[in-house]
């Protein structure tokens, strides 16, 4: 690791320091940027726009949920990845959502749905192509993202049917996770139960193609959330692919979406490019496109 990435990763897992940080020292990836775009009337229901300069005709979408132990966060902070995806040439829709304690689980989920409807029937006048919206998070946003795809009742109740996503990028996310931190179990608390919270028990084979993301070294989320989600996928019959990065830790998968020679850590723009490009192909098999 070199000496500014050791400073960098400092700043932002010791110290405390905003993501905002990235935004200043990421080139901009030749994008343009739509923001605070409405998607509800709450305060927090707000969502920025990503647009490749170069913009192809029907361009696939990403949208991006963020993590932040569904407390924190906000679309401002994560500017570099929106840049990083748009310069790849998709365009990235990244909402904000209410965290707790405003709200408690699973108003979050909720407000994901609200977002993604708004995508669906918006993008399309921004250049997207609205049959190929990608959900996407890392952390405590790839579980809400996940929740979406495999608890069908929070898309159906915006009237949106799961073959309308195109796949779902999960970075680091908690699939099956036991609630142990006494914050975590306040923002889960009205819950019926645990198996309500865990994307794992919906997952019934039905759900779009997954790239699961991990680094093997991640102490905050262990890898064994996306290995078990993997599993239970392809058992139920459906498409998961699994990639795991040996060096990586719980943020690494998030910072190297800031797409800046000197922020190197693993090939997950381009995992993540690989995957959009098969999945749009249908005729492809998605574990042949991820062959090392």
């Known amino acids: 690791m070199n000496?500014?990435?050791?400073?960098?990763?400092?700043?932002?897992?010791?110290?405390?320091?905003?993501?905002?940080?990235?935004?200043?020292?990421?080139?901009?990836?030749?994008?343009?940027?739509?923001?605070?775009?409405?998607?509800?009337?709450?305060?927090?229901?707000?969502?920025?726009?990503?647009?490749?300069?170069?913009?192809?005709?029907?361009?696939?979408?990403?949208?991006?949920?963020?993590?932040?132990?569904?407390?924190?966060?906000?679309?401002?902070?994560?500017?570099?990845?929106?840049?990083?995806?748009a310069k790849r040439g998709f365009i990235t829709v990244i909402p904000n959502y209410r965290l707790f304690p405003e709200v408690e689980f699973?108003?979050?989920?909720?407000?994901?749905?609200?977002?993604?409807?708004?995508?669906?029937d918006n993008i399309q006048q921004h250049g997207g192509d609205p049959s190929q919206v990608y959900l996407m998070g890392h952390s405590a946003g790839a579980h809400i993202a996940a929740m979406l795809i495999a608890n069908k009742p929070y898309l159906s109740a915006q009237h949106i049917e799961a073959p309308k996503i195109a796949g779902f990028i999960g970075l680091s996310g908690p699939y099956d996770f036991n609630i142990t931190d006494a914050d975590i179990k306040q923002v889960f608390r009205l819950a019926k139960n645990h198996n309500n919270t865990q994307p794992i028990h919906f997952i019934d084979g039905s759900e779009p193609p997954m790239l699961l993301l991990h680094g093997k070294k991640d102490k905050t989320l262990s890898i064994t959330n996306s290995q078990h989600m993997a599993a239970k996928t392809i058992k139920m019959g459906g498409k998961a692919e699994l990639v795991i990065y040996k060096d990586m830790a719980h943020i690494g998968t998030l910072l190297a979406l800031a797409d800046a020679p000197f922020l190197y850590f693993a090939p997950v723009l381009d995992d993540i490019e690989r995957f959009i490009a098969c999945t749009t192909n249908k005729a492809t098999i998605l574990t042949t496109c991820f062959a090392k």
């Open 106 to 120: 699973p108003e979050f989920i909720n407000d994901a749905a609200k977002a993604t409807r708004w995508t669906l």
């Open 3 to 85: 000496k500014l990435l050791f400073l960098i990763v400092l700043l932002l897992t010791i110290s405390g320091c905003s993501l905002k940080t990235l935004n200043t020292i990421v080139p901009d990836g030749d994008s343009a940027l739509i923001s605070n775009t409405e998607y509800g009337s709450l305060s927090r229901q707000h969502l920025d726009i990503h647009l490749p300069k170069a913009l192809n005709a029907n361009a696939p979408v990403i949208i991006f949920f963020y993590g932040g132990r569904w407390q924190s966060g906000s679309k401002e902070e994560y500017q570099f990845v929106g840049q990083a995806l």
